[in-house]
Nanobody, 126 residues
Framework: QVQLVESGGGLVQAGGSLRLSCVAS????????MGWFRQAPGKEREFVAA????????YYADSVKGRFTISRDNAKNTVYLQMDSLKPEDTAVYYC???????????????????WGQGTQVTVSS
């Protein structure tokens, strides 16, 4: 079984920064693509960013491209989401997710990720 635990959320003013972390346990972390998704109140869960198993390839939603950076440290079983130039519309619960098949490319589709964390709240005030 895989456990994912996010941290780093909080309240920040528009233009500020936060770094989210997601620590994984339960299997060989470095073999699996990871993703970040978010869900705002009354909205569907949406893709934010993803990274392949070795960190070479990254993917971003258009809404965060140039502001957010996904990275991973396989030695620490951790994936990060650095969020800069935050906007009020970035307010949401942020979830990390892991795919169940090793060595496959990341996906923008939430239904292609099997394991999910509990989420961490990010609130951006104007």
């Amino acid at each position: 079984q895989v456990q994912l635990v996010e941290s780093g959320g909080g309240l920040v003013q528009a233009g500020g920064s936060l770094r989210l972390s997601c620590v994984a346990s339960g299997r060989i972390f470095g073999s699996y693509a990871m993703g970040w998704f978010r869900q705002a109140p009354g909205k569907e869960r949406e893709f934010v960013a993803a990274i392949n198993w070795d960190g070479v390839s990254t993917y971003y939603a258009d809404s965060v491209k140039g502001r957010f950076t996904i990275s991973r440290d396989n030695a620490k079983n951790t994936v990060y989401l650095q969020m800069d130039s935050l906007k009020p519309e970035d307010t949401a619960v942020y979830y990390c997710a892991a795919k169940s098949i090793p060595y496959v490319i990341p996906s923008r589709r939430s239904d292609e990720y099997r394991y999910w964390g509990q989420g961490t709240q990010v609130t951006v005030s104007s």
